[in-house]
């Protein structure tokens, strides 16, 4: 630990992303072992993810924005960045959805719900890096404050566990191979490392995008909930589609309440 806190503000903030990542590919590697899951366990992983992406769009993404705006800006200024953010986040993976409708390697409907999800749970894991990253580079050398950024890595790294597996299940049950949907799964996490450099380097700046960014992921969640991974699951099983969402959404929420 004494190593690490006399390291450079931006190595420090490469080490902790490295771990919220590393976190990410550990729950994608649950993926090798989906196979021996039969359709109903995997319906219910889908819904589970589902629950996860919409709790973490609001306890990870948008209550974290409006802690940030707080203090900072009007009441009502901090509600139009956040509502234009979210907006913004939906509009976009609808549009998302539209081009890649277009293109050949996503002509079938389930290779372009898993591209979404993937995409989706990439774009939160930008501001959640660009977090750890800010949270290193505005460090004044009180332990107390390094101590709070070391947990803040630590939460989003727990928390990033079963988002790994948002990504990695979905995509095996809609016909992905195992290394493929892990590959996927691992590189939704991978952008953290970049997020945190950057955020540790332009700190000012990002501090000041943060709000925006986080709001803009949530919207971008919200909308793969409810366009792809929860039509996908009510489908094939209303109950366990309900089960997985609930089991979700509740996981997700007992570790950012606990952890954040």
Sequence with gaps: ???????????????ATLFTYLM????????FISKKCSEKILNLMQ?????????????????PAKERLEGVSASWIAACILAIGFAAGGAFILLS??????????????????ALTCFAITLHNIPEGFAVGVAFGSLTGEYSAWISAVMLAVGIGIQNFP?????????????????KAFFFGQFSGFVE???????ALAVGLISTLLPWALAFSAGAMIAVSCTELIPS??????????????FGFSLMMLLDLLLG
């Design 1 to 15: 630990m004494d190593w690490l806190m006399h390291q450079p503000f931006w190595l420090q903030a490469f080490f």
């Design 24 to 31: 990410t590919a550990a729950g994608a590697s649950f993926v």
């Design 47 to 63: 819904g589970t993810a589902a629950g996860i992406m919409i709790a973490a769009s609001f306890f990870s993404l948008l209550l």
């Design 97 to 114: 959805n539209a081009g890649m409708a277009k293109l050949k390697i996503f002509s079938e409907d389930k290779k372009r719900s898993g």
């Design 163 to 179: 988002e790994g597996l948002c990504v990695s299940l979905p995509l095996r049950k809609q016909g992905f191979s195992a290394p």
């Design 193 to 199: 490392i970049i997020a945190g450099v950057l955020g």
């Design 233 to 246: 699951c009510v489908s094939e099983g209303k109950t366990t589609a309900v089960c997985g969402v609930t």
